[in-house]
């Protein structure tokens, strides 16, 4: 089970830390990532870690001003966020992914979190 917290209504420029909470015995062995999904918009990769913290992956959108990280032992996956943009406002959805490596496909991931809405006004 995943759970997402730490969305909210914010202004332009500000920044946002978002959590999500695993529940299993399983998570250090898991890939985890960040999505979101605007209104009308397909669900797009924003950025994902292997289970070794190493190579963290983003979309290219989102590069600089978006950093992921994981806590293992707490079970905890992070997705910091700096200067929001109108055009970040999404629902922001935290996925895992059994097998090895982190892919951009939402079809990748087996498990999901209910999403956390992130809204940026100008």
């Known amino acids: 089970q995943l759970v997402e917290s730490g969305g909210g209504l914010v202004q332009a420029g500000a920044s946002l830390r978002l959590s999500c909470v695993a529940s299993?015995?399983?998570?250090?062995?898991?890939?985890m990532a960040w999505f979101r999904q605007a209104p009308g918009k397909e669900r797009e990769f924003v950025a994902g870690?292997?289970?070794?913290?190493?190579?963290?992956k983003y979309a290219e959108s989102v590069k600089g001003r978006f950093t992921i990280s994981r806590n293992n032992p707490k079970k905890v996956v992070y997705l910091e966020i700096e200067s929001l943009e109108p055009e970040d406002t999404a629902v922001y959805y935290c996925?895992?992914?059994?097998?090895?490596?982190?892919?951009?496909?939402?079809?990748?991931?087996?498990?999901w979190g209910q999403g956390t809405q992130v809204t940026v006004s100008s």
């Open positions: 996925a895992a992914r059994i097998l090895p490596g982190v892919e951009v496909s939402p079809a990748d991931y087996r498990f």
């Open positions: 299993g015995q399983t998570f250090t062995s898991y890939t």
């Open positions: 870690i292997s289970w070794n913290l190493s190579s963290p």
